[in-house]
């Protein structure tokens, strides 16, 4: 009986497969998004102020690193949890696949994070006239929030690791 639970639980890792491939599909509509704006400031660029130019490319970015963060959960996530990729010699393979366990993982995932936030607060004080005094004081406790996050997930990581 044990037996056939444990084979049971371990076969159950296979549920993370479509999850790992519906990120896919966010990844898509992220493409999507991408080139909607791009389509969108191509005929109003020479009117477009400076600011508003930097604006819609932070967006841009910030789409960007979502997608990279996306890309790095599916690809190190299935190969951490559900079975490892089964790429050919003859293509072309991602240099940190394979290498990326689960800590390391949490790490990058928090570094992307705290990059995603800094985008959105530099777009924040790029529009600063516009915005309350209150919500800019938010946006710092959060973003400063994300920080110390990285920072102590980095840190303990680093204690486990030396412990070992």
Known sequence: ????????????????????????L?????????????????????????????????SLIDITLV???????????????????????????????????????KNKVAASIVAISSIHLLKIFMDVKNIDNDKIMWYLLIHITFVLSAFAMGYLDKMTRAGK
């Open 1 to 24: 009986m044990e037996k056939i639970f444990e084979r049971l639980m371990y076969a159950s890792r296979w549920i993370m497969a479509p999850i790992y491939l519906g990120l896919s």
């Open 26 to 58: 966010v990844l898509i509509g992220l493409g999507i998004k991408f080139f909607q704006e791009i389509f969108h400031i191509l005929p109003i660029i020479f009117e477009m102020t400076e600011v508003d130019l930097v604006l819609v490319t932070l």
């Open 67 to 105: 997608g990279g963060l996306i890309v790095m959960v599916m690809f190190s996530g299935y190969e951490n949890f559900v079975s490892q990729l089964d790429v050919g010699e003859d293509s072309e393979k991602l240099s940190w696949l394979g290498k990326l366990d689960s800590g390391s993982l």
